[in-house]
Nanobody
Framework: QVQLVESGGGLVQAGGSLRLSCAAS????????MGWYRQAPGKERELVAR???????YYADSVKGRFTISRDNAKNTLYLQMNSLKPEDTAMYYC????????????WGQGTQVTVSS
């Protein structure tokens, strides 16, 4: 089993920045892909970004050029640097990990709230 704990959310003005972190523990040797999802009120959960064990990244079109996903395998930590934040980025952000390459969905964190004011 893998446990994921997110941190770094909060309230920020439009145009500002936040850095989310996700600490992994447990059977971390099984982790392959990791990623960040978000869910806004009344909307479906969507994949924001993902990263492979080797560092290959994918971003949703809505965040390309503004968000950067990274992982420190030595520290078992996933990051999401969010710049030029917009009110539409407001959502609960979830960390996820998977045992196989591709879209991570085997393990989930509890979420961290990001609120961007206009």
């Amino acid at each position: 089993q893998v446990q994921l704990v997110e941190s770094g959310g909060g309230l920020v003005q439009a145009g500002g920045s936040l850095r989310l972190s996700c600490a992994a523990s447990g059977s971390i040797f099984s982790i392959n892909a990791m990623g960040w999802y978000r869910q806004a009120p009344g909307k479906e959960r969507e994949l924001v970004a993902r990263i492979s064990r080797g560092g290959r990244t994918y971003y949703a079109d809505s965040v390309k050029g503004r968000f950067t996903i990274s992982r420190d395998n030595a520290k078992n930590t996933l990051y999401l640097q969010m710049n030029s934040l917009k009110p539409e980025d407001t959502a609960m952000y979830y960390c996820a990990a998977g045992d196989v390459p591709g879209t991570p969905s085997d393990y989930w964190g509890q979420g961290t709230q990001v609120t961007v004011s206009s």
